[in-house]
T-cell receptor, first 111, second 114 residues
Framework: DVKVTQSSRYLVKRTGEKVFLECVQDMDHENMFWYRQDPGLGLRLIYFSYDVKMKEKGDIPEGYSVSREKKERFSLILESASTNQTSMYLC??????????FGPGTRLTVT | KQEVTQIPAALSVPEGENLVLNCSFTDSAIYNLQWFRQDPGKGLTSLLLIQSSQREQTSGRLNASLDKSSGRSTLYIAASQPGDSATYLCAVTGGGTSYGKLTFGQGTILTVHP
């Protein structure tokens, strides 16, 4: 079975802190994605990566950056956390255009 | 820009009923369509994937159909159970070099009561 893991289930950070969210997949998938999910807004794509060191902006990249140094690992970085980045963050991976598999999510609260 | 709509937003049914969840999308140039289930506070679990060339997929009590030309998909759940209570999300992948990016609907919250 495909397994996508995220480093934390719950995270509380202060405004202005630099935050790292880590995602690891074990199925050698080329594509990896970061989404955020908010009530009333649904799931929105922040960034995605289609290969090591390759990345593209999604629909809401402002305030975020990403890093993919190894194929299995995709990190989401909040350079200076703000309260409007309080959200559920979901990582996913897929092989090309095929089925996407999601991690358990990280609920981030910025105070 | 692709838009995905799910109807109804919420559904409450007694145990044992057969039910249908609806999903529509504005741009028919999709590569595939995926149905997910999400339990409160959890990640998404993939239920079914339908390629654009397919008309339906089945897994156990679940059957998903796709009518690409009309921009519609349905998820049929047979003999519903309380354990089916969750939010069901539909998502589409665009055609071309979209690298599998998904556009999601807002979801249908399903409650199955004993």
């Amino acid at each position: 079975d495909v397994k996508v893991t995220q480093s934390s289930r719950y995270l509380v950070k202060r405004t202005g802190e630099k935050v790292f969210l880590e995602c690891v997949q074990d199925m050698d998938h080329e594509n990896m994605f970061w989404y955020r999910q908010d009530p009333g807004l649904g799931l929105r794509l922040i960034y995605f990566s289609y290969d090591v060191k390759m990345k593209e902006k999604g629909d809401i990249p402002e305030g975020y950056s990403v890093s993919r140094e190894k194929k299995e690992r995709f990190s989401l970085i909040l350079e200076s956390a703000s309260t409007n980045q309080t959200s559920m963050y979901l990582c996913a991976s897929s092989l090309y255009n095929y089925e996407q598999y999601f991690g358990p999510g990280t609920r981030l609260t910025v105070t | 820009k692709q838009e995905v709509t799910q109807i109804p937003a919420a559904l409450s049914v007694p145990e044992g009923e057969n039910l249908v969840l609806n999903c529509s999308f504005t741009d028919s140039a999709i590569y595939n369509l995926q149905w997910f289930r999400q339990d409160p506070g959890k990640g998404l679990t993939s239920l079914l994937l339908i390629q654009s060339s397919q008309r339906e997929q089945t897994s156990g009590r679940l059957n998903a159909s796709l009518d690409k030309s009309s921009g519609r998909s349905t998820l049929y759940i047979a003999a519903s159970q309380p354990g089916d209570s969750a939010t069901y999300l539909c998502a589409v992948t665009g055609g071309g070099t979209s690298y599998g990016k998904l556009t999601f609907g807002q979801g249908t919250i399903l409650t199955v009561h004993p």
